[in-house]
Each structure stands twice: as structure tokens, then as C-alpha cells.
């Protein structure tokens, strides 16, 4: 059974940091692009950071550069978002998905713009 599990999620004050890990099982991430992405209450579903298959390119949303971090362990079949500085605005559920290349990062995306999709764990960033 393909699925994709997130964790790490959770409450932090801002300023804080999250590690979150994207766990594959039923299939191997290697020949993916894997992206995380986010939705917050009444937003659009947008794309945060993205990382290869083949080189390992990673791509990020403006608003996060300098602050998120995307890394993949093809040996645990796993992928990982460390998160610091955070703010307020990070504050949303984020999901993992994988597709052949990374999409733009930064806009909206739809579910069926990614092949697969786990389903995301809860950042909350408050004081």
C-alpha cells in the first residue's frame, strides 16, 4: 500500500523550530520529487519547498528562505523539513507529496498537480 506519513507537527512559540519528517512505505522516494506544502484556514493549499530526485536541487518559497530547510534520506526513504525562526504565518497544516519535478514553489497548487499526498500534520505557531 503506497502511503506517506508526516510528523513532527506541533505547538511552538515563535521564534522556535520543528523538524518535520515525510516517511514513504509501499514505494521507494528515489526517482521522486518530493515537496512540502501548507494550508492555512481559508488559504489556498501553496507549495513551501521542494528537493529532486536527481540532483537533489532544492527550491523554496520566498517567504521562507533563510529559514526552512528541505533534505531527503533516500536510504530511510524519508524527507525533512527543518523549520526555524518560525511565525505566525507558518501556522497551517503542511503535507508531503511527491511528483516527477518540483512545481513552483511559493503559489497554489492543486492535489492533483503531485502524484501522492500525505495527510499532513498541524504547525501552530503562537505565544
Known amino acids: 500500500q503506497v502511503q506517506l506519513v508526516e510528523s513532527g507537527g506541533g505547538l511552538v512559540q515563535p521564534g522556535g523550530s520543528l523538524r518535520l519528517s515525510c516517511a514513504a512505505s509501499?514505494?521507494?522516494?528515489?526517482?521522486?520529487?518530493v515537496g512540502w506544502f501548507r494550508q492555512a484556514p481559508g488559504k489556498e493549499r501553496e507549495g513551501v519547498s521542494c528537493i529532486s530526485s536527481s540532483d537533489f536541487s532544492t527550491y523554496y518559497a520566498d517567504s521562507v528562505k533563510g529559514r526552512f530547510t528541505i533534505s531527503r534520506d533516500n536510504a530511510k526513504n524519508t524527507v525533512y523539513l527543518q523549520m526555524n525562526s518560525l511565525k505566525p504565518e507558518d501556522t497551517a497544516v503542511y503535507y508531503c507529496?511527491?511528483?516527477?519535478?518540483?512545481?513552483?514553489?511559493?503559489?497554489?497548487?492543486?492535489?492533483?498537480?503531485?502524484?501522492?499526498w500525505g495527510k499532513g500534520t498541524l504547525v501552530t505557531v503562537s505565544s
Open positions: 507529496a511527491t511528483g516527477d519535478i518540483c512545481p513552483e514553489m511559493g503559489r497554489s497548487i492543486a492535489r492533483n498537480g503531485m502524484e501522492y
Open positions: 509501499g514505494f521507494t522516494l528515489d526517482y521522486y520529487a
